[in-house]
């Protein structure tokens, strides 16, 4: 053996930490050579335990992979694996309630047969049985889930989930724009997750002697494969196509300048679809060999994926038209935001699907869905075709939505006297979909959730509680996205920083169209958001309505429930009372006709409606007027001050900030001399207030009296009155030019420039209108910081009520005289002041006055709601005694509680009374935290109908057999643990904690309201054993709701 290859083989067992093999000496060499026999031996054992680490580490590796998978399947199937479902032979054909077919349906079984929904071997037409009368289930039917806040308009298009990277927003340059693209797709493979695409994209250049690249969109997992540009049929050589897939950006630069014309740019690519970050949402299903394959998809563009899916020009601000082709597996329905055009058949089982060509439109709008799919098919009034389609599994439970959506659609048209401009709508049921509807032009994609309503319900002949709300639900739903339609589809905003423009003015639709048959629905509903829009944008997240989105995170983001679509509803409705409503009716239509096809910005909003806003002797423009509104940060608050010895009055606004109205928060020697709640703004001294309580008249022992006669003539204010609605004739969709759409992206984008004022249409009232001085209105602009005036009409005795009817949404604060004239008012006659206002006295009087100097006005004003009548009243102030009481956990207030117990049995009666009225009890459904929150309250106050005794007393009986409405249950046990000395109870829930059964959770919670010392300990073992942060929340949720009251709270909570 020579040296070298001595060196060799000894080596591995010899390199240093050099990782270079020591110099061998000759000695040592001979040495080797001498015992040549034993070298061997050190080699394999060398060998050998390389090759143990490997197959170790190898095997971990395949560990990590299985156990990834097998969690993905059970992900991926924890809804279909219980399911049975049925295969149409013949997925391509139109069918409907009335030519469904008898035959040609196999039974396919995936997985155990769900005992909710069974089918059997009858056709599709059978299985339409009548409707057959079931027990009529009332509010008190429906169980509200624990701790949950539910919005609406959050389960739209909101997804907050955070992305791995975040993608800056780039505009593209305008010299050169898309006019058309041509694009074929191969979906042949894509249950293997592959897709291959062809695209042709029609260019116009404004290029000039500086241009030579060409930039567009592209997603990082698609790979161009080929590209080619041409004009007028001569080859354009590229230099170079160079990628930015941190912005998802494609730079293809040239040899030669861009001259102006028409250019075609050729690509054919791939991709991988159903991914991370993604605009496809893939429903998987396990085949007969066990894996988990794609069987549908759909997809959701919005706000920036469709560069994910095709090399696109990816802005809302460019349009164009496509012609789209598939390719595809005939088993398969495939859908795309217009009808098909045709079908050819290829090799095998292949099929060629091709599409009519779209109009203009943004690349988010553009939508694709496949799967083996079944139509519900319903006509319009002008024939149009408009379906719902569904898994087989779900076909049953789509009658609801198909027999609403064609008169919500005629009513739109009706309303907007502006044509619908596609041939078809399509509705789809979405297995997997991240938000509750997507308005694709043509083709609206909702969660099945969403849209279907379960058959149990609809098979009522009576209407119930919970069937109503539900299909309130479904409606708000479909109006919001049929709304789309007109409102982002056929006008598109230009940058996603007007964003309301879609979703403000589709929110509006909906109120407005669902107030014919829900009239107390949709008005209280209205109402709870914008209360929930006035705490939340008074708050440090106030973000502006109108505000620069410079990454696809912001965009994200920008989808909230409040925020977004409630402000953007809001700012709606405040242009229409500024404007009147026929003004406004006639100014939208005017807006859908002249900027059809096209991208816009607010400006053209204001060029659409009246110049000047209506509201008092001043007028203003409209667009100064809301410019305001739409870019600050937050909403004002206004000051009012009187001095009641002269008739002067105070209006300062300022941005609300409930931080400011704190009384622990403050620094007594910065306070401001002209604050709203201090000495110089009421007659009364700060030391005459010291002391009092709400339980007692102590509290207007310095209110004014009249010093003088006020004056009999009354000053008339009035509004201008509506005009006669007219109807203009319905132009055709032709007639709505689109020539101009290129010329809008090259305006300027305007850059707002926020501040903390705001034109604020003022306006007060005072008097009784039962009074033979009647009521008095001011109306007047205030546009600067502050303003003092004189009303030598309002006397001192008399309360002052600002914004009366809740009209604009801004907030009041008065000096505490009028505070007090107000909550006096409210108890001796409450009707005196509009519903609406009382709603925003309740709202305002907790920011104000509840942790102000004087918070036991606030409780006064609370103590009102005992003869209240008014369920949506009633509603926000028991969200107002909820928030008190959860304030003063801790604390033993049983004076609070003893005070507070009558307006809480109010509530408790209300609840009763409303059991006649289907639509007023949907009202406590609006927001599912209501119910819980009574039976709290119940509890707390130790009202009877707590009942806490004999819900213990079956609980003990029953411990393995929940209640129907477990919450309550839970409420009543743990307010009896709480009270009672109950050694037997407490040994049962020890029991329970230890058996960790089915009903553990149960028990948890109850644990947190133990005296035990060894229960409590015990379940704080486990709740910290579990590891999960939902159950350690709820438990001290729990805990604290019921533990407000006691003086223990503290021994409770430590254990936690």
């Known amino acids: ?163 791995k990277q975040d993608v800056l927003l780039v505009p593209l340059p305008t010299h050169t724009l898309p006019l058309h693209y041509d694009l074929s797709l191969d979906l042949t493979k894509f249950d293997q997750k592959i897709l291959r695409g062809s695209l042709t994209v029609h260019l116009e250049s404004f290029g000039n002697s500086t241009d030579d690249e060409i930039l567009f969109h592209v997603g990082t997992r698609v790979n161009i494969e080929r590209i080619r540009l041409r004009r007028e049929g001569k080859r354009v050589y590229p230099k170079t196509l160079k990628r930015e897939d941190q912005k998802k ?65 990816d802005d809302p601000g460019i349009k164009a038209t496509f012609n789209i082709s598939v390719l595809h597996h005939s088993k398969y329905v495939v859908l795309s935001n217009m009808p098909k055009s045709g079908q050819k058949r290829r090799s095998g089982d292949v099929v060629t699907t091709t599409f009519h060509e779209t109009p203009p439109m943004s690349t988010y709008l553009l939508a694709f869905a496949i799967g083996e799919l ?79 309503l379960d058959s149990s319900l609809e098979d009522s002949l009576n209407m119930t509680v919970d069937r109503l709300y539900h299909e309130y639900r479904i409606e708000k739903i479909i109006t919001h996205e049929i709304a789309h339609q007109w409102f982002g589809n056929l006008v598109t905003m230009r940058d996603w920083s007007d964003l309301w423009l879609n979703e403000g003015f589709a929110t509006y639709m909906v109120y407005q169209l669902l107030e014919q048959e829900h009239p107390k629905l949709t008005e209280n509903e209205y109402l709870t958001r914008l209360c929930q829009l006035v705490r939340r ?164 022992e310095y209110l004014p009296s009249d010093n003088v006669e006020p004056v009999k003539k009354k000053r008339k204010h009035g509004r201008r009155k509506a005009k006669k609605h007219r109807t203009t004739a319905t132009p055709p969709s032709s007639s709505i030019s689109i020539d101009a759409r290129r010329e809008e992206l090259r305006k300027p984008r305007h850059t707002p420039k926020p501040s903390d004022l705001w034109s604020i249409p003022f306006s007060y009232t005072f008097g009784s209108v039962k009074s033979t001085e009647g009521q008095v209105v001011r109306q007047f602009w205030l546009k600067n910081r502050s303003v003092s005036f004189v009303d030598v009409e309002l006397t001192p005795s008399q309360a002052v009520l600002a914004n009366p009817n809740w009209v604009y949404p801004y907030r009041v604060n008065y000096d505490i005289t009028n505070w ?10 409450y009707r005196e002041i509009p519903a609406k206002s009382r709603m925003q006295i309740l709202v305002d009087a907790e920011t104000f006055l509840a942790h102000s100097d004087l918070p036991q006005l606030f409780v006064y004003i609370l103590g009102y709601l005992a003869d209240e009548t008014d369920l949506g009243v009633s509603l926000i102030g028991m969200n107002a005694i909820h928030r008190l009481f959860d ?41 599912p935290t209501r119910l819980s929150k009574l039976y709290h309250l119940r509890c707390m106050t130790n009202l009877p109908t707590c009942d806490h005794q004999a819900q213990a007393r079956r609980w003990m009986l029953f411990p393995n057999s929940p209640h129907d409405d477990v919450h309550k249950q839970v409420t009543a046990v743990c307010h009896y643990f709480f009270t009672h000395n109950v050694t037997r109870e407490e040994s049962l829930l020890e029991a329970q904690l230890k058996s960790r059964g089915s009903l553990w959770s149960t028990a948890v919670q109850l644990a947190a309201c133990s005296h035990a010392d060894r229960v409590i300990r015990l379940a704080a073992k486990q709740i910290v054993a579990t590891k999960n942060a939902a159950i350690f929340a709820s438990t001290l949720q729990v805990c604290d709701l019921e533990s407000s009251t006691y003086d223990n709270f503290p021994i409770t909570i430590t254990y936690f």
């Open 374 to 452: 079944l139509p519900l098919e319903m006509r319009t009034e002008r024939n149009l075709p408009l379906a719902v389609w569904t898994h087989p599994e779900d076909f049953l439970s789509a009658r609801f939505a198909a027999n609403f959506s064609p008169v919500m659609f005629d009513r739109i048209e009706d309303e907007l006297e502006v044509p619908y401009p596609l041939p078809k709508m399509d509705f789809i049921a979405a297995r997997s979909f991240p938000v509750g509807g997507m308005e694709n032009w043509g083709l609206i994609v909702f969660d099945k959730q969403s849209l279907l």
């Open 887 to 927: 304030s003063f956990r801790g604390v033993n207030l049983p004076e609070l509680q003893l005070y507070l117990a009558p307006a809480v049995a109010q509530l408790d009666r209300l609840l009763d009374e409303s059991q006649t009225d289907t639509e007023l009890a949907a009202l406590w459904l609006i927001d």
């Open 820 to 829: 007090k004239m107000i909550a006096r008012l409210l108890h001796q006659n």
């Open 537 to 700: 944008q008074s708050t440090l997240d106030r973000p502006a309505l109108v505000r620069p989105l410079t990454t696809e995170q912001e965009v994200e983001q920008s989808f909230h429930g409040t925020h977004l679509y409630t402000k953007g509803c809001v700012m709606v409705n405040m242009i229409r009372d500024l404007v009147s409503e026929f003004e406004f009716r006639s100014g939208v239509r005017r807006y859908l006709r002249k900027n059809a096809y096209r991208s816009v910005s607010r400006q053209e909003l204001w060029e659409s409606m009246p110049a000047y806003a209506d509201h008092g002797a001043e007028q203003q423009r409209l667009s100064d007027v809301m410019e305001g509104w739409l870019v600050n940060e937050g909403i004002p608050e206004l000051s009012i001050s009187r001095n009641y010895h002269n008739d002067m009055i105070t209006v300062t606004q300022r941005r609300c900030d409930d931080h400011y109205h704190k009384a622990f928060l403050k620094d007594s020697s910065n306070e401001l001399k002209d604050e709203p709640n201090g000495p110089r703004t009421t007659r009364s001294r700060r030391d005459d207030d010291q002391g009092t309580t709400p339980f007692n008249d102590a509290l207007f």
């Open 249 to 313: 950006l494609a730079r293809l630069v040239l040899k030669e300048r861009l001259n102006r014309g028409r250019y075609l740019l050729e690509m054919e690519y791939n991709s991988t679809i159903c991914e991370e970050d993604g605009g496809l949402h893939c429903y998987y299903e396990v085949d007969s060999a066990n894996n988990s394959v794609v069987s549908s998809f759909t997809t959701k563009f919005e706000p920036a994926l469709a560069r994910s899916f095709v090399p696109c020009w």
């Open 1 to 163: 053996m020579t040296e070298t290859a001595l060196v060799e083989e000894i080596e591995p067992c010899l390199r240093t930490e050099t990782g270079k093999p020591p110099e061998l000496s000759d000695s040592l060499i001979s040495g080797l050579s001498s015992i040549s026999h034993r070298k061997p031996d050190y080699a394999r054992r060398c060998i050998i335990v390389l090759l143990i680490h490997a197959v170790f580490i190898l095997a971990v590796f395949l560990a990590f992979l299985i156990g990834h998978w097998l969690s993905e399947q059970n992900e991926n199937n924890n809804t279909a694996a219980d399911e049975l479902v049925y295969i149409i032979t013949r997925p391509s054909s139109s069918l409907s309630t009335t030519n469904l077919p008898s035959d040609d349906v196999t039974l396919l079984t995936t997985m155990k047969p769900s005992p909710r929904f069974q089918l059997t071997s009858l056709a599709p037409r059978d299985r339409l049985i009548p409707l057959e009368p079931q027990r009529n289930f009332t509010l008190m039917d429906v169980a509200p889930p624990a701790y949950e806040s539910y919005e609406f308009m959050e389960e739209l298009h909101a997804r907050h989930e955070k992305r």
